[in-house]
């Protein structure tokens, strides 16, 4: 297991940025891809972004490309979300996941390691 914590969340305004971390534990990330997911309430879990294990190759659902960035920090065993011009759709729990080695990145199914999240609302 790789204990993974959340921080960053908060109240903005539609417009505004925020950038979310992700703090591993226990083991380094660097041999994982990362991703992050986003859960509004009464919906299922929806793939935001993804990261392989070098950083070399980023994935990101349609809603967000281009105003969303992944990055990670190996050597600080930190995952990190850049989020700008947020919308009130936006509004949902961020949680990150650390992946198993194959599979597709898009689905939740294919990451055994969860955060507890960190909310995000943004205002219209």
């Known amino acids: 297991q790789m204990p993974l914590v959340e921080s960053g969340g908060g109240l903005v305004q539609a417009g505004d940025s925020l950038r979310l971390s992700c703090a591993a534990s226990g083991r380094t990330i660097s041999t994982s891809a990362m991703g992050w997911f986003r859960q509004a309430p009464g919906k299922g879990r929806e793939f935001v972004a993804s990261i392989s294990q070098s950083g070399g190759t980023t994935a990101y659902a349609d809603s967000v490309k281009g105003r969303f960035t992944i990055s990670r920090d190996n050597a600080k065993n930190t995952v990190y979300l850049h989020m700008n011009t947020l919308k009130p759709e936006d509004t949902a729990v961020y949680l990150c996941?650390?992946?198993?080695?194959?599979?597709?990145?898009?689905?939740?199914?294919?990451?055994?390691?969860w955060g507890q999240g960190t909310q995000v609302t943004v205002s219209s």
């Open positions: 996941a650390a992946k198993r080695y194959g599979g597709s990145e898009y689905s939740p199914s294919n990451y055994p390691d």
